[in-house]
């Protein structure tokens, strides 16, 4: 009876912490109010071409994909619908973690390559808004990197979906913070490009376009007739891919 009071307790509290995230938009993790670290901050703005309940759809089958190798795991581990309709969901995602070369002279050896992320989100179907807030749970003292984005329908395109990304970094590693910072920096960037075609990924599927691959050797060999109708249809337009970004 006790384990299950105590996992009603923090679900409670993820309830809690996460209504008053999504009702805080210019709203800082608390810990960093309380700390003293220095903060490199990221922001950017990002019009999808698509509508907000596709966006939704498409964020829950985001992976596996092509573009998020580095991404080897997710699990749901908390989710409620709230009275008021809002979902709240909590999930557990495992990441590779390579440090560029010169932080491994600094690090044991045997340091993990992997990083554990929590994800909490909210969607609310009544602003149209799906709110998530993501921090990493080890390797904190060398990086905690934090991202707050929100997807939500444009007023006055309906069929565009407005997506607002930021992100705080900071590092504990005294007289190395800088620089770890500005290489957890340079990663975000990269990360959230891949993060943001792997989106038009899953909307690609979900809207029925084959995803688009790389031929391999065995495509090059190929019946006559094949050959024909490769250069007949070459001849007609081609529908490409619909790009949202």
Known sequence: ????????????????????????????????QAGGRMVKYFSNDVDIRTTWDRVVSAF?????????????????????VTADQRLLSRRLLTKTNRMPRWAEFLFPSNLSRSVYIVEDSVVDPVTKSLTTYTWNLNHTTLMTVEERCVFQESEDRPAFTLLRREAWISSGVYGFSRPIQEFGLARFKSNQVKAMKGLEYALSNLHGEAPQRQPCVRDTVKTATEKAKTLASAASPQKRPQQYV
């Open 60 to 80: 829950w089958q985001r992976y596996p994909n092509p573009f998020s190798t580095h991404v080897l795991t997710e699990d749901v581990v908390f989710r409620e």
């Open 1 to 32: 009876m006790e384990s299950v009071a105590s996992e009603s307790t923090q679900h409670s509290c993820i309830t809690d912490r996460t209504i008053r995230r999504s009702q805080r938009s210019d709203q800082q993790p608390a810990h960093r």
